[in-house]
Every structure is written in structure tokens, then in C-alpha cells.
């Protein structure tokens, strides 16, 4: 079992920046790639960045590329997303997930096993 917590959502303005974090426990943590998914109101969960067990290897949605940056701490137990040049569209409530380590890092929610309970980022124009 792992349990995930995120935290650092909040309220900035189009063009600034924002850092969460999801901090895990439970099982080895080192073991699963982890990923960032977000969930705007009327639309259905969609994949946002994924980080492999080793941190070597990345992944991330087209609209994102270029402004966020995923990254994990396993001596921590943290993984982390940082958020520039936020747009209004990046408004959502997001989510990190853990996921076994499969060689790649995938991009479907059913294939995240465990799930925290979400941090609201919201971003005025």
C-alpha cells in the first residue's frame, strides 16, 4: 500500500509559477514511477507528467512541454512538479498517482494503482 498527499496548489496569476509536491509512505516508494495527472470541472482526468522510478526518464502532455517540470527525491519520498508560465487552461485539480515500474512511463490513469487526494491549482487571467 501507498499513500500519497499532495500539496502547493494555490491561486497565481496567468504567466507566474507554481510548485507542488506529493509526499509518499508506505511501501518502497523508490520502486514505482510516479505521474501528474489534473482534472478541470466537466472534463475527465488527463495525464499531465510522468518520472520513472530513477528519475532518468520523463514524460509529459503536449500543452505542458516546455513548462513543467517533473521531478522525484527518493531519499524523500517527494515527487514534485513545478508549473511556469501557468495559463488559465492549467486550471484543475491535480493529482499524483504511483504506478509500477513497467519499463515506461504510461500515460492511462487505470494503469496508477495508487492515487492522492488532489491539490487545486487555479490560474486568473
Known amino acids: 500500500q501507498v499513500q500519497l498527499v499532495e500539496s502547493g496548489g494555490g491561486l497565481v496569476q496567468a504567466g507566474g509559477s507554481l510548485s507542488v509536491s506529493c509526499a509518499a509512505s508506505g511501501r518502497t516508494f523508490s520502486s514505482y514511477a510516479m505521474g501528474w495527472f489534473r482534472q478541470a470541472p466537466g472534463k475527465e482526468r488527463e495525464f499531465v507528467a510522468g518520472?520513472?522510478?530513477?528519475?532518468?526518464?520523463?514524460r509529459y502532455t503536449d500543452s505542458v512541454k516546455g513548462r513543467f517540470t517533473i521531478s522525484r527525491d527518493n531519499a524523500k519520498n517527494t515527487v514534485y512538479l513545478q508549473m511556469n508560465s501557468l495559463k488559465p487552461e492549467d486550471t484543475a485539480l491535480y493529482y499524483c498517482a504511483a504506478d509500477r515500474d513497467r519499463g515506461w512511463i504510461s500515460q492511462k490513469r487505470y494503469d496508477y494503482e495508487y492515487w492522492g487526494q488532489g491539490t487545486q491549482v487555479t490560474v486568473s487571467s
Open positions: 518520472i520513472s522510478w530513477s528519475g532518468i526518464t520523463t
